[in-house]
T-cell receptor, first 114, second 115 residues
């Protein structure tokens, strides 16, 4: 049973570019959440997708957008990259957006913006 | 808004000994969930233990236990018989019920277990 997978593992971009990160949830899970973890800090919630819709959103600008596909996989898009967007981006999946169900995290995508 | 504070950026412990990591939080909610997550160098966040605020009994999972003090808004993690594999970043996290399952994390404590 594959856990949460993310691609790519590492990514280097320059300021102003756009980036797309991908996440495949754990088998049987239908809800995907994205977190940004800056170096030396705890993760911060970006948004959550369920039934192909954004259900919850943290305090992130509109440059951060996402999508969920019918197979429950998800993409995180960041436009007009800033140096401050350099971080580890974590994806977490669960069965339903329910506080009763454990979230499982992927290994993350390390994004470096130069 | 909820905030989670971990006041110990780094800690170390000798193998086989006991260590306690501290966490405080601020919320106006009466019911909520608290978590400790472990993030080893592999980066994958792993759930260590979960506590539901309406349960007075402290949660335990093998060598891991918590001291949940609701009135003080304190939620510490005790690791007994520390092992080298416990070396990792540890994050305390808060979740409101009925608000999806969004987690609010603290800044983390880096734990080093020494042989």
């Amino acid at each position: 049973d594959a856990g949460v997978t993310q691609s790519p593992t590492h990514l280097i971009k320059t300021r102003g570019q756009q980036v797309t990160l991908r996440c495949s949830p754990k088998s049987g899970h239908d809800t995907v959440s994205w977190y940004q973890q800056a170096l030396g800090q705890g993760p911060q919630f970006i948004f959550q997708y369920y039934e192909e819709e954004e259900r919850q959103r943290g305090n992130f600008p509109d440059r951060f957008s996402g999508h969920q596909f019918p197979n429950y996989s998800s993409e995180l898009n960041v436009n007009a990259l800033l140096l401050g967007d350099s971080a580890l981006y974590l994806c977490a999946s669960s069965l339903l957006p329910s506080s009763y169900n454990e979230q499982f995290f992927g290994p993350g995508t390390r994004l470096t913006v130069l | 808004a909820q905030t989670v504070t971990q006041s110990q950026p780094e800690m170390s412990v000798q193998e086989a000994e006991t260590v306690t990591l501290s966490c405080t939080y601020d919320t106006s909610e009466s019911n909520y969930y608290l978590f400790w997550y472990k993030q080893p160098p592999s980066r994958q966040m792993i759930l260590v233990i979960r506590q539901e605020a309406y349960k007075q009994q402290n949660a335990t999972e093998n060598r891991f236990s918590v001291n949940f003090q609701k009135a003080a808004k304190s939620f510490s993690l005790k690791i007994s018989d520390s092992q080298l594999g416990d070396t990792a970043m540890y994050f305390c996290a808060f979740m409101k019920p009925n608000a999806g399952n969004m987690l609010t994390f603290g800044g983390g404590t880096r734990l080093m277990v020494k042989p």
